[in-house]
């Protein structure tokens, strides 16, 4: 049975234009449940991970309202909330489509660490905004009291910044690989895992953001998935994405890949992360990663949507 880490991308917990309610987050986590028990059907090992940007600031959003009252927690801590909330809502979701279904296959979410290393250089130049946005008089009081890093937004304002280190490893690998082997579908790395440096056989939480993608791909190496297979909100990755006359991408070896993304093709906040973390996992001996729209999950996986990113040109 072939293995397959499958990557969700915000808009499955949250379509664009849509309300931040839990109404529509579970309706959300609803549909991407359906998508997920289509590829379970079709006889798949699977590891599911997420995003987690819009939850995140909404723990925050909600600590600055409550600051009077409760102290805050720092961001390592408000990234695990967010893997328990998500993680929950997806498992909850997952399991009543599996019943609905009659099938067989438990569910099981998975507190996930990621380790990153304490000479990282992100850590001395924060870039990932997060968080609510402030006037510039009360950014600068934040950085006086809490030692904040704060940056104005190019849509407005001024926001928190922080570091996004890059991972190299997963912490509860071994879990969840014996996990899967056992066909439990498994919700891991959301959000990229909090980070964590190594301190002899401690493990240090750090404030930062990892970024999913690259976190999913190592996750996806070191469970010995042969797919990954990233979900988004476009259909296939495009050449000359926003102008008059982009062109859809079917299929690229990796070296393709890697070319565009050196030539600046695919943004660095958006599908830049996702080609990376695409070459990354098939360079190191992945058969194949995929980047497609969520509706579009079961074809892509066969081959017959999205964009394939493989080691080398078919003969």
């Given amino acids: 049975m ?12 949250l379509r664009r234009g849509a309300a931040d309610t839990f109404e529509e987050m579970y309706r959300s986590c609803r549909e991407a449940a ?18 987690n940007g819009p939850q995140v600031g909404r723990i925050l959003l909600q600590q600055e309202a409550a600051i009077d009252a409760v ?23 997952l399991g009543d489509v599996f019943f609905e279904r009659g099938m067989e296959r438990p569910v099981s979410t998975v507190l996930t660490l990621t380790r990153v290393r304490p000479d990282d250089p992100a850590f001395e130049h ?13 950014a600068t009081r934040l950085e006086a009291d809490r030692g904040y ?31 899967v082997a056992d066909d439990v579908v498994v919700i891991a790395g959301g959000g990229g895992g909090v980070p964590v440096i190594e301190d002899g056989p401690r493990l240090i939480g750090k404030e930062g953001v990892v970024d999913k993608d690259l976190a999913a ?8 998935a042969t797919t990954l297979l990233i979900l988004t909100d476009v259909k296939k990755v495009q050449r000359g994405y926003g102008s008059f006359y982009p062109e859809d991408i079917d299929r690229m070896t990796v070296e393709e890949a890697q ?23 098939v360079r190191q001996g992945g058969a194949r990663a995929v980047i497609a729209d969520l509706d579009d999950a079961t074809s892509a996986l066969r081959g017959d949507a999205g964009t394939q990113i493989v080691p080398r040109a078919a003969l």
Avoid at 71 to 85: E, I, K, N, R
Avoid at 151 to 156: I, L
Avoid at 272 to 280: D, Q, R
């Fill in 126 to 138: 924060p870039t990932k905004f997060i968080g609510p946005y402030y006037e510039e008089a009360e």
């Fill in 259 to 281: 070319g565009l993304l050196n030539r600046g093709e695919f943004e660095a906040g958006s599908m830049g992360p996702k080609i990376e973390a695409s070459v990354g996992f």
């Fill in 149 to 179: 890093t704060m940056k104005p937004d190019p849509h407005g304002g001024w926001r928190r910044v922080v570091p996004s280190p890059r991972p190299y490893s997963i912490v509860e690998t071994p879990v969840i690989a014996r996990l």
């Fill in 34 to 51: 359906e998508r997920i028990a289509d590829i379970a059907s079709d006889g798949w090992q699977v590891v599911l991970t997420h995003g």
């Fill in 71 to 93: 102290h805050p927690m720092p961001l390592d801590v408000c990234g695990a909330q967010s893997q328990g909330q998500i993680g929950y809502l997806l498992q909850v979701t």
């Fill in 2 to 13: 072939e293995r397959v880490v499958v990557a969700l991308g915000g808009n499955a917990l």
């Fill in 217 to 224: 791909a190592i996750l996806a190496k070191e469970v010995g």
